[in-house]
């Protein structure tokens, strides 16, 4: 896949930097202070382990709460396909499930929601409302986080098949075009020129700490059946 940075300010990229330790700090104390040395670094210890603790229970949760959503939106398709439209998966939701999409080559097999708002990604990948449906003609757009729903396209390959089952039951197969990192205000992505195709966005480092950042990964696959 071609990674074509574009340039950006911040160069953080998820990654801490590392100092040296300050004039004064307490490696340059006398050794008279070593009990307050060790409780300091017992205590950052604690808060360390406390932190990472909460952060694979938090990771855990997320995990959970997109996979129960994926059941239920299994659901909600079905009755989809037998005619009914919008069906909510829950009595809560303010979305529905617009698309089945699967990617044999990496074991994918997901239900694409109304909406890519950070409320309904949290339960699957959303389409961008402006943008065709996945299926029909034109440049669809669908966004997902890259730690759940859509952390597979760090492993897709040009070439790779995207299958898209529409609501009336028809499928239409993609080809993984290519794949580029882009800065986020960069819209052209999302423009409706051109051939048909999906356009799938998220989050990019995949590895980086802390969602959100600049960077989008963008993958494109082109429609193989006509329209």
Known sequence: MRHAVVPYPDVALGVECAFPAPAGSLSDRPHGSGRARRFALGALAAALLAAGLWQLGHGAYIHAKAGLAQLLLRHAWTRTLAGEREVKPWPWADTWPVARLAVPARGVDLFVLAGANGRTIAFGPGHVFGTPLPGAAGNSAIGG???????????????????????????????????????RRETRVLGNGGPTRLTLVTCYPFDALRAGGPLRYVVTARAVDPD
């Open 145 to 183: 986080h890259r730690d759940t729903h859509l952390a597979f396209l760090r492993d897709v390959v040009p070439g790779d098949e995207i299958v898209v089952e529409r609501a009336d039951g028809r499928l239409r197969r993609y080809r993984v075009d290519s794949g580029e990192v882009l800065d």
